[in-house]
């Protein structure tokens, strides 16, 4: 099983979008939310680690929500993702927990 969110699908969901575009540090922002809806961490342990470690936080993250939903694992793949297209694999996560129905955005 993998995600059933599709990869380039980033401007169907302009709530995660207009974040990560508007705020600083946004995409880590958006990516620790959908880590903490998927598993109940810390929020702002997260999204300190995202934006200390960057890509290799997000791609932590990633496998982590990958885990909780039983999703194949390939943190090198998540990893260069998170690196060259930020903005869809965080709104990917964000997406695919939001439709699992484990969070909705305020």
Known sequence: MDYQEPFCGCFSDLYSCLIQDAVPCGGCIVNAMATVNATGEKFWGLCAINALTCCIGMANNRQKIRNKFGMNEDWT????????????????????????????PN
Request: glycine letters at 0%.
């Open 77 to 104: 793949t998540d990893c260069v993702s998170y690196l060259f297209c930020n903005l869809c694999t965080v709104t990917q996560d964000y997406r695919e927990v939001e439709n699992r129905n484990l969070m909705s």
